[in-house]
């Protein structure tokens, strides 16, 4: 069904880079969305007033919030897929995580309403009529809903979107807590109990409420800086490694403007005798293939480094198995000696998590101590001068 929706009203959808294509599988997926909520509120509603179920009827007004979620998410789409202007040079593509970060808290706030409605018929209960025609509108809620659980995430998939899979979420919630309803609604009726239904309404209200403040968690990270994927951090540097001429990559960061809007910026060191003009060459291939091949924006640093001194590439390979050993997330890079008449004095940065030079400065320093050690073990006249730097991609090592 997914994919016959696709093909039918989306054209080009393999090209989901396309803001444009982008834009249409988000409308898709808000109008399918509304259309298919608003008509289980209808029924639920209905059914939940007729046979005085407060839990059916909280489950129906959940349905009817979800309908407003979908709106959020085709404002949202729409907002992002607005053009770079003077105001906003790297576009408005994070008015998607906006629209994201809006669902999660209607979730919490259904979530809420939920506790509370449900909280007053433990305390009150009230008897709750059960019948055939009742228990197949849930189970057809049910399979609707599990069906626009599959239909968004896949959607989401598609297109990298946090808004579509924090729908999706919401309507897995929305198939666990029909299904509590369910069985609650039955239980009462066999048992008499009538306090079951406020009891189920509470346990789905409970897990409404975590599920949402996981996703508000997840919605806010890309708009705090989370650290990008260790997949994609992989995919570039092995890419830039591929390059003739690249030694090593290191001080990658990566800024993320919204889906599909990406700026990477790091230092490649190449051989300090090479001609400058063949070096340059290299960098400006790297930025061309970044742009066309992962649509991202790249801005390079060149770092020349002496590669043909055999003392200084011993001592890199030598440091590197070293902070191997201690941390695989660290890494050193700029690698440089001045040798002097009594001592000589080996330069290099060493890149560490970013909490090791903030709370964790100890585990910094430590390692730095660690690393001074090993190599006045090696060569007892050599004395390192070590600079810590955060590392914002989560450990990235410099050799092919």
């Excluded at 306090?195 to 346990?203: E, L, M, R």
Aim: proline share 3%.
């Amino acid at each position: 069904m997914t994919e016959l929706l696709i093909k039918l009203f989306i054209k080009n959808s393999k090209d989901t880079k396309d803001v444009k294509v982008r834009l249409a599988y988000g409308n898709l997926a808000g109008i399918v969305g509304i259309l298919c909520n608003v008509l289980l509120f209808v029924g639920k509603y209905l059914i939940g007033t007729i046979f005085g179920s407060i839990a059916i009827a909280a489950d129906a007004i959940n349905n009817l919030s979800d309908a407003s979620s979908n709106i959020v998410s085709l404002i949202g789409f729409k907002l992002g897929s607005k053009k770079a202007d003077e105001e906003h040079p790297f576009g408005h593509a994070r008015y998607e995580y906006l629209a994201g970060l809006v669902v999660c808290v209607i979730i919490v706030a259904i979530g809420l309403s939920l506790a509370k409605e449900s909280i007053l018929k433990v305390i009150h209960p009230s008897e709750v009529d059960c019948n055939v025609l009742m228990i197949v509108v849930m189970l057809i809620s049910i399979a609707v809903k599990l069906w626009m659980s599959i239909f968004n995430k896949k959607i989401g998939m598609k297109i990298e979107s946090d808004t579509l899979i924090a729908t999706a979420a919401d309507s897995r919630n929305d198939v666990i807590s029909t299904s509590a309803v369910v069985v609650a609604t039955i239980l009462c009726k066999v048992t008499g109990w009538n306090i079951i239904d406020g009891i189920a309404g509470i346990g789905v209200a409970v897990f409404i409420l975590y599920s949402g403040i996981g996703l508000i968690k997840e919605t806010l990270s890309p708009l705090l800086g989370k650290v990008p994927a260790a997949e994609f951090v992989n995919h570039i540097t092995e890419k830039i490694q591929s390059y003739p001429g690249v030694i090593g990559v290191h001080d990658l960061m990566i800024h993320d403007y919204g889906p599909g809007n990406r700026l990477v910026s790091f230092h490649v060191e190449m051989d300090a005798n090479a001609d400058v003009m063949y070096s340059h060459d290299v960098i400006d291939r790297i930025e061309r293939d970044l742009l066309n091949q992962d649509d991202l924006v790249a801005t390079i640093h060149f770092d020349p480094v002496i590669a043909s001194d055999s003392h200084v590439a011993e001592l890199r390979s030598f440091l590197q198995q070293e902070v191997a050993s201690l941390d695989t997330r660290a890494n050193i890079h700029d690698l440089r000696i001045v040798p002097g008449p009594t001592h000589t004095n080996v330069i290099f940065d060493c890149a560490v998590p970013a909490e090791y030079i903030t709370e964790k400065q100890r585990r910094g320093a430590k390692l730095a101590a660690a690393l001074r050690a090993a190599v006045e073990r090696k060569w007892p006249d050599h004395f390192c001068i070590i600079k810590l730097e955060p590392d914002y991609s989560a450990g990235i090592h410099e050799t092919k």
